[in-house]
């Protein structure tokens, strides 16, 4: 008896550490899948809140671009209402970027062209004389309420900024630099324009130190085969590193889109300058298209077409 008894005693024990072995395998697999779960919801939890922060940050930027949209609507009627005249000669170089950047702001303006004759240069001198052609003595002047204002660049960046066209921060140094270096390329061609080293005094109205016929020659040579084509490379090189998409920002338009289009036009028309040849561009196949593109822009085809004609006519 004692030995049945010590035998169901063994079983009982058996059974119950098998029992208490499984009930420690269910726990630990309960342990398992309740830190599973606490795992899951934190992975959860954090694609909610990355999602979150997505939509904020969607929702501020389109706040944000609505903001602009509303602040160069203000800014554009603004300069509509303060009589902005624009004054320079009748072909495009320095004055047709501003011109195109109040076209494609929809600012109105009076479009004074001074024909590039002797006699329209004779214009701009006597106006110098008496004092009535802005504080530089030179075209192009931009009058805003009856005050004139000069230099170029300063105009082309003042339309810019306020029809949205000139931006901040980073994206404006990227727009500088590609001004600063269209505007090294058309002090270079001065020579050839001038047919002198130097150009008009603004004395005798008259360009300085003539260049001979030979020194012409040579400066055109180099022009065309060295200074030109080398400077665009560095132009070609900005667009080719620039964001997706068709400008030099990208998607978003800019005062140097204008100006690099003005310039690579003059250029390949053969007006960028008496001796210079559209062969310095042949490096630069993204500026040609890039022209190209703005050119088919519908504000700027209309307003090419209708000067196109006046001039005809």
Same mark, same amino acid.
């Given at each position: ?14 059974? @119950? ?65 303060? %009589? ?31 024909? %590039? @004759? ?17 504080? %530089? ?6 009058? *805003? ?17 306020? +029809?949205?066209?000139?931006?901040? %921060?980073?994206?404006?140094?990227? +727009?500088?630099? +590609?001004?600063? @270096? ?6 270079? @061609? ?18 300085? *130190? ?8 040579? +400066? ?94």
């Amino acid at each position: 008896m004692a030995g049945s008894g010590s035998g169901v005693m063994a079983t009982a024990l058996s059974i @119950t550490g098998t029992v208490l072995g499984i009930a420690m395998q269910m726990a630990a697999l309960g342990s398992q899948i309740f830190f599973a779960m606490v795992n899951m919801a934190g992975i959860a939890f954090s694609g909610i809140k990355l999602w979150i922060k997505m939509q904020l940050a969607a929702l501020a930027a389109a706040m944000g671009l609505v903001r602009r949209v509303r602040t160069r609507s203000r800014r554009r009627h603004r300069l509509s209402d303060l %009589g902005i005249k624009l004054t320079y000669f009748d072909f495009k170089s320095r004055g047709e970027p501003i011109r195109l950047a109040l076209l494609l702001g929809k600012v109105e303006f009076e479009d004074e062209r001074i024909p %590039g @004759t002797p006699e329209g240069y004779s214009e701009v001198r006597r106006r110098r004389e008496a004092r009535c052609i802005g504080p %530089g003595g030179q075209v192009p002047v931009l009058e *805003v309420k009856g005050v004139q204002y000069s230099q170029s660049q300063a105009i082309l960046r003042f339309v810019g900024r306020e +029809v949205g066209l000139y931006p901040e %921060g980073m994206d404006q140094l990227v +727009v500088d630099q +590609v001004e600063e @270096t269209l505007d090294e390329i058309r002090d270079l @061609t001065l020579p050839a324009w001038y047919g002198a080293a130097l150009p008009r005094s603004r004395n005798t109205g008259e360009p300085g *130190v003539p260049l001979s016929e030979q020194q012409r020659a040579e +400066v055109s040579s180099a022009l065309n085969t060295d200074y030109l084509p080398s400077k665009f490379r560095i132009v070609e090189g900005l667009l080719a590193g620039s964001p997706p998409g068709p400008w030099f920002l990208g998607e978003r338009l800019s005062i140097c889109d204008i100006s690099s289009y003005v310039l690579v036009e003059e250029i390949e028309t053969e007006s960028g300058g008496p001796g210079i040849s559209p062969s310095v561009l042949d490096d630069c196949p993204l500026l040609r298209a890039h022209a190209e593109r703005f050119a088919s822009l519908p504000e700027v085809a209309a307003h090419n077409a209708k000067h196109a004609m006046q001039q005809a006519s």
